[in-house]
C-alpha cells in the first residue's frame, strides 16, 4: 500500500498500473471461495509469479506481433512487480543448483526427468521460472 500511495503522488504511471494489478490480484484470491481472507507468503508470491509470467507472455507476444507500444507497457509492468520477488538465479546458479539435485537424486537418465523436477520445483520455487528448469534438466540428462 505504501508503494501505491508513493506511486500516485509521484505520478508513475507505470508503477500505479503495476501496483494496482498486484493488488486486485492478492484481493482477489483473499475473497476467492473457501479462502479464509488472508494469505501465506509463499501463496502471495505465487501471484506475483503468475503475474510475471502472464506479462513475459504477453511481451513475447507484443514483441512478435511488432507492437512496440504495447510491448514497453507489459516491460514496464515486469519490472515493477519482480522487485517485489526474490532474486532470480542466474543460468549459471541454475545450472550449479541443479547439477546438485541431479547428484542428489541419483537421475542419469531423460527417465528421470519427473524425479528430478519434483525436487527442483520445490527447492527453487520463487527463484527460477518452470520453463527455464525444465529446459535445464532435459540439458543436464540428455548427454
Known sequence: MSELKAAMLAKDEAALRSLRAIKAAILLAKTAEGGSGELKPEEEQKILQKLVKQRRDSLEIFTQQNRAD?????????????KFLPKQLT???LRAELQ?????????APTDL?????????QLAGKADGKAIAAMVKELLNP
Open 70 to 82: 504495447l510491448a514497453a507497457k507489459e516491460q514496464e509492468e515486469l519490472n515493477v512487480i519482480e
Open 91 to 93: 543460468p549459471e546458479e
Open 114 to 122: 519427473g524425479k528430478v523436477m519434483g525436487v527442483a520445483s520445490k
Open 100 to 108: 546438485q539435485i541431479v547428484a542428489q537424486t541419483g537421475a542419469s
